[in-house]
């Protein structure tokens, strides 16, 4: 793609994002130069999607678009870091005009919203596949691990669990739901919303945090491998649509992914803060849905308890 | 590969490159961390190898880690910056233990020879590809970009142009090299190396800079669209094989590619400190191939001048 390339990053790629003040040079050159303002560090992460792993040819550029940039947002909320700037390196396996205007205006769309800019990479022929490489700031020691949980401290997440894990499996037509549902559900797995709003919250109360991109089983057991400690979860408390509690399908909120929620660990002390939290922000709730322990892994079902520290512990998605 | 992933990651890329006294927090979380010393500002930049497109399935995993890493440290040297960390996105058909072996002990050691450390990134299943993102320090204000060269500066090259292609084009059939020259000329296909040596020269006395990755044609061109001037080289300069002379082959200097020698800019009061450098740098040499003037892009041959801004003004290598 070599004759084509600084075409389609010019015509295409040269203006996603507003210009950050850490921009010295952005796209054009051999590199991009940014500075990082004393105080602050950077966090800096790194994700994939590729065509036929993460989504299907069919699916619209916007929303592929889209996700490739919010799972890396993603992982910047995750460590309560403020976006700056990304690179994307854009695998295509032909010149699609079209296609390239709508991936440009879904990229752009989403990286004004996160107010993150494009500031180089590179392009080439193959198989359809979006890298991109992310970078945000954190006043410096602000980050949050995954390592800090200790017992006592409350588990939490945002908003609801199993939505995107329920959208893949209607459409691969391995479950059928209600049509609101169903909508709703397509909705959070293509265009899943990374949980910046989150980002000042993480850093005052936060020990640890992860976002969801496996399953809240795996992702949680991260934190508790990173913290050396353990975790009992109540069934009962998990944000999920009440359509899984009637169905009693709970395992897509515990081990299919995709949802991109945040789940973090907190104090017990800052109870009170959780509850503002959530009286002020409708769209983001924060739901306590267990507690750190010193060690072992269980989910409460009634009188029951699932040990998920054993593999498969709870029943396994796919 | 979810499964698999967190082993792999593990096993061959928890450990590449030694920690830089800038990473804060390493592989491991949902993403690094690092610093930016006070006076310094960062240099970033992103590069894929494809299979089929950039190497064969059947080259050296040793091969494919280097030059990976060392097309990506190429763009670093460009802007006469200091490598420092970098991530890694890798794609595999399928987890194949010796080559993951071999891939990585490569990565190390490139790792490790330009002192650069990989902190994070992910792996997924599909076509083998490796997309890395790099990032150096330099003094705030001393990169040095493609803007800058005016009329009257020298125009510079480092090592032998031309090798690479002619690597390329013997392993393909294209062509037939005496012996020696062949071994010299897939050794510059496969192990480029980039030219950080030159970082302090660069920031010291150039005014422009870019790394050759498309051919000495193409790029040069970059430097001369981006400081709006036009440039005259002589063909008898061009630090070349005698082979290529003999054979007047000239055309695998100008316009093939993937040499990742410097081309630079350098205003003529430092011819002296040219002169220096060759004379403590063997490995390294810079040689001056023609001008920087106000408009044009010519090539000297004997008498004649080629105009190398009309479109394949050089015949074009493919």
């Not at 989504?55 to 460590?79: G, R």
């Not at 700056?84 to 990229?107: A, H, K």
């Not at 499996?169 to 169903?182: D, F, H, K, T």
């Not at 640890?208 to 400690?229: F, M, N, R, Y």
Request: contains cysteine.
């Amino acid at each position: 793609m070599a004759q084509n390339e600084f075409a389609i990053i010019q015509q295409y790629f040269a203006d996603v994002g507003k210009p950050g003040d850490n921009t010295v040079l952005a796209i054009g050159d051999d590199a991009a130069v940014v500075e990082v303002p004393p105080g602050f560090q950077q966090v800096v992460s790194m994700d994939t999607l590729i065509e036929g792993a993460h989504f299907t040819l069919d699916t619209n550029p916007e929303d592929i678009a889209h996700k490739a940039l919010a799972v890396n947002l993603s992982d910047l909320a995750a460590m309560a870091a403020a976006p700056n700037w990304f690179l994307m390196s854009l695998s295509l396996p032909e010149v699609d005009e079209q296609w390239l205007q709508r991936f440009s205006t879904g990229l752009k769309h989403t990286a004004e919203r996160y107010s993150v800019q494009l500031i180089g990479g590179d392009t080439c022929r193959s198989k359809l596949s979006i890298s991109i490489q992310i970078a945000g700031l954190v006043p410096s020691g602000q980050y949050v691990s995954r390592a800090g949980a200790s017992p006592g401290d409350l588990v939490l997440v945002s908003g609801l669990l199993g939505n995107a894990g329920l959208g893949l499996a209607s459409r691969q037509g391995r479950v059928e739901l209600p049509e609101g549902l169903r909508l709703r559900c397509l909705q959070a797995l293509d265009r899943p919303q990374p949980r910046l709003e989150l980002v000042a919250f993480l850093r005052s109360f936060a020990s640890a945090a992860i976002d969801i991109s496996d399953g809240l089983q795996g992702d949680l057991a991260h934190i508790l491998k990173a913290s050396q400690c353990g975790a009992t979860l109540d069934r009962s408390s998990l944000p999920v649509d009440p359509w899984i509690v009637q169905q009693d399908l709970y395992h897509y909120a515990l081990a299919a992914g995709d949802d991109y929620e945040i789940c973090c660990t907190v104090p017990p002390q800052y109870r009170a803060e959780i509850d503002a939290w959530n009286q002020q922000h409708e769209d983001c709730r924060l739901t306590i849905i267990g507690e750190i322990t010193s060690s072992g892994f269980y989910l409460k079902v009634g009188d029951d308890q699932i040990d998920l520290a054993s593999k498969g512990g709870y029943r396994h998605f796919d």
